[in-house]
C-alpha cells in the first residue's frame, strides 16, 4: 500500500510540476522559454476578413485556356479558321470556312473535347461552332476554385506566422478568416487577397509599343506596364508600358520554392525561384528558342522584370527583381511557395478588433471567474468543512491544470474559453460532492473513517466517470464539428472535464490516504 502511495504522489507532483513549466511564460514572461498562452481573437484583438472568390472568373480561366489550346490543336492538325473568339469570357466561337475543316474540327471535338456543348449556325459554306461548359462542369469548376482559394490562403497565412488562425468556407463562395494578434493589417490584407499569377512571356519587339499605347494592339498582344515605387511611402512613381505575346510559356504551377536571397551586387533582395523537372524542361526550351529576346517575367498583370535571354538556362532556376523591401520579397516568396489563388479574391468585410477591447474581455473574464470561484470555495469550505478544503484545493489546482493544457498544445484561449472554465469550476466540485456524500452515508452506516473513504471513492467513482465521460465525447463532437468561438469553449471544457477528474478521483484521494495513513487521522469532519 504504501508503494501504491508513493507513486500516486509522484505522478501527481509531475503532472503538477509539468502544468506549472508550462504555464509559467504566461504568467511572468521572459522567465521561461516558452510559448505563452494563445488568446483568440476576441481577447488580444486582429482582424477579422470576410472574403468573396470570384468564381465566374475561375470559369473565364478555364474557358480561356480551352481557347489556348484549341488553337494550338488546330494549328497541329492544320484545321483552317476564319476567327476563334471568346466573347463574354464564357463560351468559345469558331467560324470554320468550309465542310472539310468543319469535319476535322468535329473529330477534334469528339477527342479532345467531349464533354463541351455546341450549338452551330450556318452562313452559305461557313458554320460558326459555338462551344459552352456543361452546368455540372462550371459547378465544379466554382466549388474546385473556392476550395483550392480556402487551402491556398491558409498555407500562406500559416507561413505569415499566425497563430491559431481561423480560417473556414462560408456559403457557396465566401471565406470567413479571423487573425489574432496581427498589428500590421494592411501586409497581411495584401497577402491574403494577391493573386500571384506567376507568367513568363515573351517582349514583342516587332511591333511599336507606342502605336499599341494609342490604340492598335496586335490581336496576339497584350499591354502590361512595370511599375517603380517610392521605397519611402510605396506610391508609384513611374511606369514602363511592355508589348508582350500573350501566350503563356510557362506558369507558377511548375514551381517547386521561392526563397528570397540578397544581389551581391546590389545589395537588394530578390526572390529565387525554382522548378520541377517539366518546368524545368520547359524554361530550358523556352531560353533556348528566344536566345538573345526578352522574356518577362509577370505576376498578377504586372511586369516586374524583363531581361534577355542571352544563353539557354539549364537547372530551372530563375529570379524576380523589383527593388523589394525585405518584407515585400518575404510576402511575394510566401505567396509563391503557397501557389496561385484559382481566382480574385474581393474583401467584403473588413474589422480590426483593437487589444483594449480584448484587455476588458480579459479583465472581465477574469473577474467573472474570480467571483465564481470564490462563491464555489466558500460553499464548500462551509459545508463540507474540513473535506471541502481539500475539494478547494484540488480545485485551484484543477485550474492551474487547466491553464498549463493549453499552454502545452498551444491552444488558443477565448471568451467562450474562459466561459468553459468558469464552467469547470463548478463541475470540478461536483465529483467530490458525489464522493463526500457517499462517504457521509457510509460514517452513518457506523464504518470507520478509513472504511468510509475506501468505500466512498469506490461506489462513488463509476457514477463520476460516466457523467465527465459523456460530457466529454459532447465536447470532443462540439471541437470536431465546431468553428471559431465553439472550438474554444470546447477546448477549454475537454481540458477541464479531464483535469477535474484527475484531482476528484487520484489527487484528493491521495490527500486523504496522507491523513489517514500518514497521520493516523481518526476523525474528519465532512
Not at 50 to 63: M, P, R
Not at 101 to 122: C, I, M, P, V, W
Not at 391 to 401: F, Q, S, T, V
Request: charged share 25%; with cysteine.
Amino acid at each position: 500500500m504504501l508503494k501504491n502511495f508513493s507513486w500516486k504522489w509522484i505522478l501527481v507532483l509531475a503532472v503538477i510540476l509539468i502544468a506549472v513549466v508550462y504555464l509559467l511564460p504566461s504568467i511572468a514572461p521572459g522567465m521561461w522559454p516558452h510559448k505563452k498562452i494563445n488568446l483568440g481573437l476576441d481577447l488580444q484583438g486582429g482582424m477579422h476578413l470576410a472574403l468573396e472568390v470570384e468564381t465566374e472568373k475561375a470559369v473565364e480561366n478555364n474557358i480561356e485556356r480551352i481557347g489556348q489550346e484549341l488553337r494550338t490543336f488546330m494549328k497541329t492538325e492544320r484545321i483552317r479558321q476564319i476567327g476563334l473568339s471568346i466573347p463574354g469570357g464564357t463560351k468559345i466561337e469558331v467560324k470554320l470556312p468550309d465542310k472539310e475543316n468543319l469535319d476535322k474540327f468535329d473529330a477534334l471535338l469528339n477527342k479532345e473535347y467531349r464533354g463541351l456543348e455546341t450549338t452551330r449556325q450556318s452562313e452559305g459554306e461557313a458554320t460558326t461552332i459555338t462551344l459552352r461548359l456543361p452546368q455540372s462542369e462550371i459547378d465544379h469548376i466554382k466549388d474546385l476554385a473556392v476550395r483550392q482559394a480556402l487551402e491556398t490562403i491558409r498555407n500562406r497565412i500559416d507561413q505569415f506566422g499566425v497563430s491559431e488562425p481561423d480560417i473556414r468556407r462560408q456559403g457557396e463562395n465566401r471565406i470567413l478568416v479571423q487573425l489574432p494578434g496581427v498589428k500590421e493589417t494592411e501586409r497581411a490584407k495584401d497577402l491574403i487577397g494577391k493573386t500571384a499569377l506567376l507568367e513568363f512571356k515573351l517582349v514583342d519587339e516587332e511591333n511599336d509599343v507606342n502605336a499599341a499605347l494609342k490604340g492598335s494592339v496586335p490581336r496576339d498582344d497584350e499591354i502590361l506596364h512595370q511599375y517603380e515605387l517610392d521605397p519611402k511611402n510605396g506610391q508609384r512613381i513611374n511606369q514602363v508600358p511592355f508589348l508582350l505575346k500573350k501566350r503563356t510559356l510557362l506558369t507558377g504551377a511548375q514551381l517547386t520554392d521561392a526563397r528570397v536571397q540578397i544581389d551581391s551586387q546590389y545589395n537588394e533582395p530578390y526572390v529565387s525561384i525554382s522548378f520541377d523537372k517539366k518546368g524545368a524542361r520547359i524554361f530550358e526550351k523556352v531560353t533556348e528558342e528566344n536566345v538573345k529576346k526578352r522574356l518577362a517575367i509577370v505576376l498578377d498583370n504586372r511586369v516586374y522584370s524583363a531581361p534577355v535571354i542571352q544563353e539557354k538556362i539549364p537547372g530551372g532556376q530563375a529570379r524576380i527583381t523589383g527593388r523589394f523591401s525585405a518584407e515585400e520579397a518575404n510576402d511575394l516568396a510566401i505567396a509563391l511557395r503557397a501557389g496561385a489563388l484559382p481566382a480574385p479574391v474581393k474583401i467584403l468585410e473588413e474589422r480590426t478588433v483593437g487589444p483594449s477591447l480584448g484587455s476588458d474581455s480579459i479583465r472581465q473574464g477574469l473577474i467573472s471567474m474570480c467571483i465564481g470561484g470564490i462563491l464555489v470555495v466558500l460553499f464548500m469550505a462551509v459545508y463540507y468543512k474540513a473535506a471541502g478544503v481539500i475539494a478547494d484545493i484540488a480545485l485551484l489546482l484543477n485550474i492551474l491544470l487547466i491553464g498549463g493544457g493549453l499552454a502545452a498544445f498551444q491552444a488558443t484561449l477565448t471568451l467562450p474559453g474562459i466561459a468553459g472554465i468558469i464552467l469547470t469550476i463548478g463541475m470540478a466540485v461536483d465529483a467530490n460532492v458525489l464522493i463526500f456524500e457517499r462517504i457521509r452515508e457510509e460514517l452513518n452506516l457506523g464504518k470507520t473513517l478509513r472504511a468510509a473513504v475506501d468505500a466512498g471513492y469506490d461506489r462513488a467513482t463509476l457514477t463520476i466517470l460516466d457523467a465527465n465521460v459523456t460530457t466529454l465525447i459532447a465536447a470532443v463532437v462540439l471541437f470536431q464539428f465546431g468553428t471559431g468561438p465553439v472550438k474554444g469553449f470546447a477546448v477549454t471544457l475537454s481540458l477541464g472535464v479531464i483535469a477535474s477528474l484527475f484531482t476528484a478521483l487520484i489527487l484528493t484521494r491521495q490527500i486523504f490516504d496522507f491523513l489517514l495513513i500518514g497521520r493516523s487521522l481518526k476523525h474528519l469532519s465532512i
